[in-house]
């Protein structure tokens, strides 16, 4: 067998595979050579991800270190239940495994080394150690959800040698997948699955909250998202969503397959547990579905649920999904907003390039702001003076007059004062204190009244930038350490308090959406489970790219670059271009598949409703 420098086998040959390259079936697309000595196979290309793969069974009389690479290579392959995969364990371990449990990425595909520890040496011995090597990247749970993790891999994975038959099987091994970063975005991708805020105020519409996974993308996504999102939330946003399904609720035993008929409606055969909930809550359930396919596929449009006897529970369409709950911003937003050379708030209509103050004290000129945000509706505006000591909030109706502001900060310079505010779906406000003596993350309901300082367990450091999600559930915070470094944390905002009284805020759950990133300088939500991030990496690049809630990177290409980036503006609406300031280029902003189009010199801090 044929080792590196450093006695360890090289990475595994390639299995030999049948690919389904669009509708056309090639056998062999690949092959492992019966002779010759080994040789490096790199994870697969991104660029095949219209590649179906199939691993091969062992073949008889393997030897070790080839039971190993093949059964690394099925489980990079397409095979729904495993089954080739488990081919090449022993019959107490298959029994033993499970893949599902979870899949550890790596950064390459995993290595493997001889274990010089056990009786390897002896050729004649009956079983054989080796030991998976890597660094690892992410790990994707039992719940399906992705986390980064970082660290060395080394998971041990003994064969054995059946005394009657002769051949080699895996004996022991670790539990659920592993494999290389670019087979993993081969194999999987991310779909949101929706719930309902658990908490959304009162006269507040139904709002969905997207909860991202991953799932195999070419063994039945539809069935696996279904059977996900009947499974509940992930275990990171639980505590602020709901589902409407019934708890036990699942798929009526013996359904394999989901499929969409030609006239685009996906009918969904419950279990009883669901049979007897009334039209309103089946509709509640029906949205969920058809929020959570659509993000999948285009091709459903419409969702029947059925009772356990096969008797229509309901039917929904998209039109019917929009007035039981809102996906998004409450609106499309009419303008956007930003702080112009008078240090007013002006707002542009669409693609204009003529911008007018916004009508009210903030567009008068009386007060200079430095930064502001305007509510969901656009009826209300906040501003943070010019200095940053004071937050005022104000109507957006001509004649309004300028009120005195609803919170002073104490800090000594503009950047120990407060941040950029922001509004959530309720019509509170957000905005941070940067006063080293006192840091505080606050809220004012409906924008007034007595401040109340939220929570943060686990915050290191000091908030330095605050966006709410269009959902009011989850928070993203720049959060600046000791060491001056900022990074962009996400969490979920919980509340406990009952109908009237004050309410006790927290932001919990925080974690890193942007690992690679050394230092974040803006960022902006840009989707509903999507922020777009302008920041530093390792060694001192600048870069702006999209990522995920969960800390994953989305398909798709990050946006054009930009030198001197500042701020960012973004809607969760997609049809709305990419804005952002520039110290060089002033305010720009980015339409689709286009580059950077400056739209005017003298203006700053750029903002969409929220």
């Known amino acids: 067998m044929g080792t590196d420098r450093e006695g360890g086998l090289r990475r595994p040959v390639r299995a030999a595979v049948y690919a389904v390259c669009g ?6 697309c690949a092959t492992m050579p019966d002779s010759g000595g080994m040789r490096d196979v790199e994870s697969t290309s991104r660029r095949d991800t219209e590649v179906r793969v199939f691993a091969m069974p062992p073949r008889e009389g393997a030897p070790p270190a080839e039971i190993l690479q093949g059964f690394l290579e099925a489980l990079t392959s397409d095979d729904p239940q495993y089954a080739t995969a488990r081919q090449y364990l ?11 449990s979870s899949t550890t990425v790596l950064a390459d595909g995993p290595g493997i080394q001889v274990d010089r520890t056990t009786r390897n040496v002896d050729t004649d011995a009956d079983d054989y ?5 890597g660094s690892k990247v992410a790990r994707v749970d039992e719940q399906q959800a992705y986390t980064p993790v970082t660290g060395r891999y080394s998971q041990p994975v003994r064969l054995t040698r059946d005394r009657k038959s002769k051949q080699w099987r895996i004996d022991v091994l670790p539990q659920g997948v592993v494999m290389g970063q670019s087979d993993f975005q081969r194999n ?3 779909v949101n699955k929706y719930y309902f805020a658990s908490d959304t105020g009162a006269g507040v519409p139904e709002t969905a909250v997207a909860d991202p996974v991953y799932v195999r993308r070419r063994v039945d996504a539809m069935t696996q998202m279904v ?4 499974a509940g939330p992930t275990n990171w946003l639980a505590p602020a969503v709901r589902s409407s399904f019934p708890a036990g609720t699942a798929l009526r035993d013996g359904v394999a397959e989901l499929t969409p008929d030609d006239q685009n409606k996906l009918t969904v055969p419950l279990n009883g547990r669901a049979s007897k909930v ?3 809550k089946c509709w509640e359930m029906a949205t969920q579905l058809l929020f959570t396919l659509q993000d999948l596929t285009s091709t459903v449009d419409t969702v029947a649920l059925q009772r356990a006897d096969g008797s229509t529970l309901c039917t929904l369409g998209e039109d019917r999904a929009v007035t039981v709950a809102r996906r998004g911003p409450v609106k499309r937003p009419e303008y956007l907003y930003f702080i112009d050379d008078e240090g007013r708030l002006v707002r542009l209509p669409g693609t204009g390039t003529t911008a007018e103050p916004v009508p009210g004290a903030l567009g008068e000129g009386i007060q200079r702001f430095g930064s502001a945000a305007v509510s969901w509706d656009e009826h209300t505006a906040a501003g943070v003076g010019s200095d940053g000591k004071s937050l005022f909030v104000g109507s957006l109706v001509t004649g309004g007059a300028l009120e005195p502001p609803v919170l002073r900060s104490n800090g000594v310079t503009e950047t120990d004062r407060l941040t950029a505010p922001s509004w959530d779906a309720r019509g509170d406000l957000w905005v941070a204190d940067r006063d080293p003596a006192r840091p505080r993350l606050l809220m004012l309901e409906q924008g007034g009244g007595e401040p109340i300082d939220v929570r943060v367990p686990g915050l290191k450091g000091r908030v330095d930038a605050v966006r709410v999600a269009a959902d009011g559930v989850r928070i993203a915070l720049v959060v600046q350490a000791e060491d001056g470094h900022k990074s962009l944390l996400i969490g979920r905002i919980e509340r406990d308090g009952s109908v009237g009284d004050r309410p006790e805020v927290s932001v919990m759950g925080l974690r890193s959406a942007t690992p690679e990133l050394e230092d974040v300088t803006a960022m902006s939500w840009a989707g ?16 702006m790219r999209y990522v995920q809630v969960d800390g994953s990177t989305p398909e798709g290409p990050p946006p054009a670059a930009l030198t001197g980036v500042q701020s960012i503006a973004a809607s969760e609406d997609d049809r709305l271009p990419l804005v952002a300031y520039s110290s060089e280029d002033g305010i720009v902003r980015l339409p689709s598949g286009a580059q950077w189009q400056k739209v ?9 409703p929220g």
């Not at 509708?23 to 062999?28: I, T």
């Not at 005017?600 to 969409?608: F, M």
């Open 227 to 230: 059977r996900s999102l009947l």
């Open 90 to 100: 022993t019959e107490p371990a298959a029994r033993r495994w499970r893949p599902e």
């Open 188 to 190: 999987y991708m991310s």
């Open 23 to 28: 509708a056309v079936l090639l056998a062999g």
């Open 600 to 608: 005017i010199k003298e203006g700053r801090a750029p903002v969409y």
């Open 528 to 543: 509903d489970s999507r922020l777009v991030v302008a920041g530093r990496e390792q060694g001192g690049v600048q870069a």
């Open 129 to 133: 150690t080796f030991i998976l090597t």
């Open 278 to 280: 009334g039209r309103e």
